[in-house]
Nanobody
Framework: VQLVESGGGLVQPGGSLRLSCAAS????????MSWVRQAPGKGLEWVSD????????YYADSVKGRFTISRDNAKNTLYLQMNSLTPQDAAMYYC?????????????WGQGTQVTVSS
């Protein structure tokens, strides 16, 4: 199993970024997937989940209305569209694999992609 994030970078407050997570080594379309972030000096914060088919999505209150999780099962890729970014969104963003029926536990993680929000 391999999860490889990309798309992070430096963005000004109010800007947007789209993160991607390329998955391989398992049947991507059979698993819930999640985005989790960790700001410097802080613990892990769950950001968003998506079910295996992509029809159900879930968000932390801190990102609801600004972030959109999606997936392309044909391309084995998970996405996170992040709009209206604030300095509080700056963190290392990880994609993680949940289970076939939910994302209460994660068994595989990517290496992360860094998001910096600064003027």
């Amino acid at each position: 199993v391999q999860l490889v994030e990309s798309g992070g970078g430096l963005v000004q407050p109010g800007g947007s970024l789209r993160l991607s997570c390329a998955a391989s080594g398992f049947t991507f379309s059979s698993y819930y997937m999640s985005w989790v972030r960790q700001a410097p000096g802080k613990g892990l914060e769950w950001v968003s989940d998506i079910n295996s088919g992509g029809g159900s999505t879930y968000y932390a209150d801190s990102v609801k209305g600004r972030f959109t999780i999606s997936r392309d099962n044909a391309k084995n890729t998970l996405y996170l569209q992040m709009n209206s970014l604030t300095p509080q969104d700056a963190a290392m963003y990880y994609c993680a694999r949940g289970g076939p029926t939910g994302a209460t536990m994660y068994d595989y993680w990517g290496q992360g992609t860094q998001v910096t929000v600064s003027s």
